[in-house]
């Protein structure tokens, strides 16, 4: 493939042009132009690395699911027809090969069938009030070292679920598609891993009904305030 392509000047550094930038340059590399792919890896890889850690919960495994991701990339490059941003077809490339590697190796990775579990029986999972302490006690990096370890008790299936509707922010129903479920099944799966999420907070931070009441002085009160903050930033 040709190495020629010239890099458009000047979209780097406007953050309103990333979309048509992005385009370009994926436009070039299903022209051949391997700059124009390379430019486009060194955009995502970050992204792709941090999913595919949030998935495999190992770094050799998501080193491995990186290089991969990629590889499937170029070698379905035409396939890419942009009606969504290149970022957004590579995350989804990320799953299918993760997907495949997973089943791969055991074919009953989804676990059991949650569909025939109702929402009466979920929502009993739904934990008490945290109150509305004030967020201190706990660094950002202290926060997130949190979350990473509640998501990482999820199953399979709903750490994929959380993090491609959480992180990656991909809707219910893309989803469903993704991972070939029904909509309905897609929701249940989402609704289990955001209680099984905060069931493991309020583990964490030994939550009680009394913590908000004692919240100006209260190392509990000051964790409940933290772990609502974990919550939202989950959910929103």
């Known amino acids: 493939m040709g190495t020629g392509f010239v890099r458009p000047n000047g979209l780097r550094k406007n ?12 436009m070039a590399a299903k022209a051949g132009f391997t700059l124009a792919f390379e430019e486009l890896v060194s955009r995502n890889e970050s992204r792709i690395y941090r999913l595919s850690l949030g ?28 009606d969504s941003s290149f970022s957004s077809w590579v995350v989804q490339v990320c799953i299918r090969t993760a997907l495949l ?9 989804a676990g059991r069938d949650e569909s025939a579990e109702s929402n009466d029986d979920l929502m009993q999972s739904e934990p008490v009030a945290w109150g509305d302490c004030p967020k201190k006690g706990f660094s950002k990096t202290e926060l997130n070292r949190i979350l990473s ?30 991972l070939g479920l029904s909509v309905s099944a897609a929701r249940l799966h989402l609704l289990r891993a955001h209680l099984d999420v905060r069931e493991y907070l309020n583990c964490y931070f030994g939550l009680n009904v009394s913590a908000e009441s004692n919240c100006a002085g209260s190392v509990e009160a000051s964790r409940a305030g933290q772990a609502r903050a974990i919550s939202k930033t989950a959910v929103a």
């Open 149 to 178: 370890g509640a998501i990482c008790k999820l199953t399979l299936l709903h750490r994929i679920v959380f993090l491609l509707r959480y992180v990656e922010s991909f809707s219910t129903r893309e989803i469903a598609n993704l």
């Open 55 to 82: 998935i495999t919960q190992n770094q050799q495994d998501a080193e491995d699911l990186l290089q991969n991701t990629f590889i499937e990339a170029q070698e379905h490059l035409q396939e890419f027809r942009g």
């Open 101 to 109: 590697k997973f089943r791969e190796r055991d074919p009953n990775w």
């Open 15 to 26: 953050r309103k042009n990333e979309v048509s930038f992005e385009a370009r340059w994926a």
